[in-house]
């Protein structure tokens, strides 16, 4: 079975611009959760979709959005971009258990 | 509150030596309890999990143990070799909004020197 994958793998923007990450999840499993990792904060969780449906959210600002297709797929959106946005951007998939099973993630630096 | 702490933030053991990473958590009703390895420009992967209605579990070299009365669980590696190199995570659900959702200690560098 083909793991999670994330594109793309790293992103360079530049202040205010906007970003958009996809991440396919392992194959019958319909939850994707999304995760910031930073050196100094570890991993904070975003949210989670579930059946196209977002079912919890993390503590970040309006300006990160996420959204899940009818086939689990999920994109997670950054608005108005700031040099912090800078982060290794994980997802990760599940089926019905509480096991996640991560992506490589994907790098973004913000100049 | 949605917290787990994790300590220490960094070990540094010689070969051989057994390494242990605790974490407490602050919320009573969490009940399962994954541990993660991160490698250097790799994705987390689990290494072992615990549910709340088990206090040990072992697989190998590493075991985890809980104690849900004092709110903390820990891993622990033995024998430690090189290749176990790597930023460690746990993490504890939190229910909140009607569903599970993992919340993550800080990390713990764990460097083996040989």
């Known amino acids: 079975k083909a793991g999670v994958t994330q594109t793309p793998r790293y992103l360079i923007k530049t202040r205010g611009q906007q970003v958009t990450l996809s991440c396919s999840p392992i194959s019958g499993h319909r939850s994707v959760s999304w995760y910031q990792q930073t050196p100094g904060q570890g991993l904070q969780f975003l949210f989670e979709?579930?059946?196209?449906?977002?079912?919890n959210k993390g503590n970040f600002p309006g300006r990160f959005s996420g959204r899940q297709f009818s086939n689990s797929r999920s994109e997670m959106n950054v608005s108005t971009l700031e040099l912090g946005d800078s982060a290794l951007y994980l997802c990760a998939s599940r089926r019905d258990s509480e096991t996640q099973y991560f992506g490589p993630g994907t790098r973004l630096l913000v100049l | 509150g949605e917290n787990v702490e994790q300590h220490p933030s960094t070990l540094s053991v010689q070969e051989g030596d057994s390494a242990v990473i605790k974490c407490t958590y602050s919320?009573?009703?969490?009940?399962?309890f994954p541990w993660y390895k991160q490698e250097l420009g790799k994705r987390p992967q689990l290494i072992i999990d615990i549910r709340s209605n088990v206090g040990e579990k072992k697989d190998q070299r590493i075991a985890v143990t809980l104690n849900k009365t004092a709110k903390h669980f820990s891993l622990h590696i033995t024998e430690t070799q090189p290749e176990d190199s790597a930023v460690y995570f746990c993490?504890?659900?939190?229910?909140?909004?009607?569903?599970?959702?993992?919340?993550f200690g800080a990390g713990t560098r764990l460097a083996v020197h040989p």
């Open positions: 919320d009573s009703a969490s009940n399962y």
């Open positions: 993490a504890a659900t939190l229910f909140s909004g009607g569903y599970n959702k993992l919340i």
């Open positions: 979709y579930f059946s196209e449906t977002q079912r």
